[in-house]
């Protein structure tokens, strides 16, 4: 019948979302889709694999023909990250989920959100009632951690990137945009080449743009009330007053969402001043 839709994003949650989606449903009814952004980590097909046989069922990929390379997403935009998303997922990621949710029939969608991500989930069914959406890790309780528990004890290699200390699967072929302070300076650190490229592509946006185009910025109450929240990746010699990464304090690598074709839905969960300085989404690891 294939009507439950299992959305496979790489990351071990969806992975195993769509596990027990096949466990509550059965095979016959589940079909896995994978929205490729043509930028992920090599290690993701991999996993694919390994989870193609793990479900005895294929894993199918769909994905944004306009666009080559992510680079070209952020070029046609002059942005990278704003108040509502990165540009990249809305166009590689939510437009290719909803295009193929109007040509396609279902019954159900199968999302991997886990039991520490309770208002994103709300959020989905609320603001998305047409994904008439299931969250499986949700009915068994389950968190990241129990996710990445049940893949090794499958005997399956979780993804390199959680091995690499990160804690999501998204985007490693540039680095992700929503990645936070804490993420980008581990890439700084550990990926030079990487660092330098997104540093590069930041100033080049601002220069087609004329005004700062980052990745990361302090939402707080005082860079709001100095309309200067902005923090490059690397200084740019034209915006010498606004901040880079190196004037931030050190961070941890917090948890990201995993990027399944609604990246950024947590609109019910209110932000601290913390979380919105630091940018990232958080959800306990």
């Not at 490729?36 to 097909?45: L, Q, R, V």
């Not at 009330?225 to 923090?231: A, D, K, P």
Request: net charge neutral; with cysteine.
């Amino acid at each position: 019948m294939n009507d439950i839709i299992c959305w496979w994003s790489g990351g071990v949650t969806s992975a195993v979302a769509g596990k027990l989606a096949i466990d509550l449903y059965g095979i016959d009814r589940c079909r896995f889709v994978m929205i490729d952004t043509k930028n992920e980590d090599d290690d993701t097909y991999r996993f694919k694999t390994d989870c193609e046989k793990w479900y005895n069922k294929e894993i199918e990929i769909i994905s944004n023909k306009k666009y080559s390379c992510i680079q070209d997403v952020w070029i046609k935009y002059k942005s990278l990250n704003v108040a509502h998303g990165a540009v990249c997922s809305s166009e590689l990621k939510r437009a290719v989920r909803e295009e193929w949710q109007k040509k396609n029939n279902y019954k159900h969608q199968v999302f991997g959100f886990d039991i520490n991500e309770p208002n994103r989930a709300r959020a989905l069914a609320i603001n998305h009632p047409r994904t008439n959406p299931i969250f499986p890790l949700l009915f068994y309780g389950n968190s990241k951690r129990d996710s990445i528990n049940i893949i090794q004890n499958t005997g399956i290699e979780i993804p390199q990137m959680y091995k690499l200390g990160f804690r999501n699967n998204n985007c490693f072929k540039t680095g992700c945009v929503q990645g936070g302070m804490g993420y980008w300076q581990k890439i700084q650190l550990e990926y030079p080449d990487k660092f330098n490229a997104m540093a590069d592509m930041e100033h080049l946006l601002t220069k087609m743009r004329g005004k700062p185009v980052t990745m990361l910025k302090r939402q707080t109450k005082k860079t709001k009330e100095s309309g200067n929240c902005f923090v490059f990746l690397r200084k740019h010699p034209e915006y010498p007053q606004v901040e880079c990464l190196d004037d931030m304090p050190r961070c941890e690598v917090e948890p990201l969402f995993e990027c399944n074709g609604l990246c950024g839905i947590n609109d019910l969960s209110e932000r601290t001043e913390t979380e919105l300085e630091i940018n990232y989404e958080q959800t306990l690891f």
